[in-house]
């Protein structure tokens, strides 16, 4: 393991003190292994204390630590730095929501958004006293949508939610994908009409920042595209 | 400081602290009977760590193979090294099925068998394929899902808001103060009850499978109020940690049929628990990896050992333990399909914690005093399900049960009794920390003080524990604990302030740690994940019981006088084989 | 809290997918303009022989005809990343969505080689 | 249930054709999936035409456009209605791509309401000078017009 040399710049703000955020530069030493997150870590722990993000469990699951480094939203935890060639990053909060401090971002919205689309099993039928029966390949089905830590990286990475902030978004309309493609549920109705909306599901131009956002590879686009299909059948 | 205004003041029926599988439960609970609940998060709902869990949720099912109530009550058992409260396994197996059941009712998708029912894989320390699973996400759905539903039944979240301290005077608990992390400033929230649901405290160690968050805040809350904690000196550590990161490799991999290998390319395991290979219960095997290690067969001579995927295919990798993969390829650049992952033990889960009875109220003493309108339920908890030793999958399944018991209990409690009145001066406690932490100028860094806790856990309460070891590290401790006092902080701004509640986070480790290594040093057996290296047998004659501590003026006080539910009848303590 | 009010995010990274959506919406307005002039052309074939011939010579002219190879290759980007975008909303294309692009960047060149030779050789560089 | 996105199948298309008809087009195109299915048919359609146009205007034919060749060309009925319907969908399909642009970056109502004013008034004069055009030019009697008889 061998120590390496970079320079670091983040987008730094201060709602207290700064109008508008400015670049800050750092010099440091890490090991070459060390994933973005490391490197916030070495600065927060022994450069400078001032500097707030979110973070939490370290191993991709949580979905705290979303940010933009070097013009990609990345999950910082889970990207090596090697991702980027050359030894300097440029770290920034995540585009399309508002800043909070340095790099925590309001995800309130989007949460909201999440909450439109009533993301709960809705049940008409009676429930049985054991388990619904679902087959492996109905499972298989909605099982990759279900993996969607709502890190926020894919809704920040689209550019029709920065043309527009009514834009449900890709993290909400997969959430939706999964509620209506479960099979136990009985609320596609209610759900598809929904997303079947300017602001909803049709103003995905599939341009794809999803896809290359999401940390855990969800093919999201490619739902969408089901998504689709699937409101036109219900609303015709 | 900002506290004045009515903003700054919630009363609210039931205060529900973190906000993980436990704390969601048991609001989903309350909020479902019609009662107001708050839910106190330091970090968004959905980012807690049950969501790491990734193996499965353990309960008797028999949709796989045979099974039986009484079989998984006595697999846990039998984990716990004797120790677990056997009435509280007993309820604990019994409500199991119906909370697998509810949260398959929820929308929680599961993997399925080929006839449509929930699809079982066994897990390590279980005698029958047990463990209901969705692919290697099973605690990231059901997270997702119980904030799905508690979104449903409008259950109020405070997110990004730590708790400084707990209201309690005349043994009854009036509420909490918590610092608003993203504006700053100082809510008091004004309950009838208050749920303590933080998770456990494996930040305390360096190499922890455990997220930044979970340093147990509640636990030094507890110790400050003058409370006692149970059984801390056990804390489990899983035997599949990724090497140097200590990130967790699922259970799962092994209940698929992973190998695990040292230098020699053997499977070591043959030598320590011949009949369940690498199924056994993970103290054991994380014994057996330490002992290999030091052994001096650790891969290069270094101090981790292989886990071998790679006889098990790439589809099965693929469809059964994608996140496993991904890992070992994200952090240490290693492809499971085609190479051995390098791994460690690593502190994973914390079978003490705040002692409570089985209504999860929390008590106060041996006889079980309670403290009226306290409750805990979860990792932070000690209703001693565990006992010395979980077993694999009975972590979700115990949050889940008992936040659900929890949130029964205190539906009951908040239907028969009012509001009690606030203390005097509900501040004071939070306010003097805070500013004793934002006013120092000169002084250490909280990030160096933690770094040395934790790198001399790890050293000297990790896998093996002798007494000499343990009393050098009770000294680094008392000396941490002055330095603590000196600590400053970089930032002393109110927003979003990171700097402020890591130190804060320190100083509860800090706090805590002193009780486990006491505990440890007393204990003289070896009994489920504790193990002494001068007392290897475990000894029932003079340890069958719990350990309470407390942190006084003179320092810690232990109590051994309060002994486990042992049903004599039908599980009377028997030698642990594998 | 800071609110940058921006349509554009210029500085994100732009993988495959976001530089065939950009080049999509700008060939597509670009065809409007095109679409304009074209059916204004067109109506000067009522206006009479002399006229329409007139227009035609003065698009005959070398700088039209090279415009006109470049109409070509924007009119094959927008209709093969139309095709591209059908396959994706109805044929699973989202899973390959890079290579479909590819293949189809490929065809359209090749057409466009062709087609841009065929209109070059049009040209009459002497009157 | 099923895999019914692995085919195209027209069922839903001709289907939607009916619901426009039946639940009228103003509802159906406030949720927007109409206008974006429309968008991808008339690709379609355009598209096959746009090559046979290409192809057979630029590719095929020699030397430059003289004007009694094009208007001997437009007197077959079967060429302008292909002409015609070239021209309609071309104009949906152009204009609502602009709409669907505007929609997306300009959210000041009274300029968002000129600019739709503006596609719908452009699209409606284009589809006036193109069909008379295509009417005038087909009526056109070619020996009297070689005579000169008509400037």
Redesign the interface.
Known sequence: MAKENIIVKILRYNPEKDKKPFWKKYDLEVDDDSTILDILNEIHWNIDGTLAYRRSCRSSICGSCAMKVNGQNVLACKTPMHKFKGNKLKIEPLPGFSILKDLVVDMDGFFEKMKRIKPYLILDKPIPDKEFIQKPDEFECIRESAICILCGACTSSCPSLWANEDYLGPAALLKAYRFIFDTRDDGKDERIDIINDKNGIWRCHTIFNCMEACPKDIKITEYLSRLKVKVLENSI | MKTDEAKYYHKIEAVVVGAGLAGLRAALEIAKKGHQVAVITKVYPTRSHSGGAQGGIAAALANSAEDSLELHMYDTIKGSDYLGDQDVIELFVNEAIKTVYEYEHMGVPFSRTEDGKINQRPFGGHSSPRACFSADITGHVLLHTLYEQCVKYNVHFYSEFQVFSLLIKDNISRGVVAWDIREGGLHIFHSKTVLLATGGYGRAFKITSNAHANTGDSLALILENGLPLEDMEFVQFHPTGLYKHGILLSEAARGEGAYILNSDGERFMKKYASDKMELAPRDVVSRAEQTEINEGRGINGKDYVYLDLRHLGEKKIMERLPQVWELALNYLKVDGIKEPVPIQPTAHYSMGGIPANINTEVIRDAKGTVVRGLYTAGEASCLSLHGANRLGTNSLQDASTFGRIAGKNISKFLVENGYEDLTSNPLDVARAKISSLMNGNVGEKHSKIREELQENMTKYVGVFRNEEDMLKLLKILKQLQERYKNVTIDDKGYAYNLDLFEAYEVGNLLSFSEIIVEGAIARKESRGAHYRTGFPKRDDKNWLKHTLAWKTEEGVKLDHSKEPVIFMDRFPPQERKY | MYKKTRIFDLNYYKFTGSWAWILHRLSGLALIFYLTLHIWVINTLTKGPDKFNNVMDFLNSPIFKFLEVGLWGVILFHAFNGVRIIIIDFFKGAISHKKIFYIFIIIAFVLWVIGGYRLISHIQWVH | ?GY?????NFS?SM??L??IMKKGFRE?S????IP??IQ?IS??I??VI??IH?VTY??LSE??????K??SK?KSPWFNLMQFLL?CT??YH??N??WM?V???I?IKGLRLFLFSLIIV?GIS?FF??V??II??SNFNLEI?RAGV??
């Open positions: 249930m019914r996105w692995l085919s195209f839903y289907g939607t009916g619901g159906t406030k949720k927007g999936g974006w299915l991808r690709a379609v355009i598209f746009i090559m290409f630029h590719l030397g430059a456009f003289k004007w009694d094009v208007v437009m021209l071309v104009l152009g204009l791509g602009v642009v929609e997306d970056y959210h452009v284009l000078v193109g008379l055009t005038k030019v017009l008509i400037k």
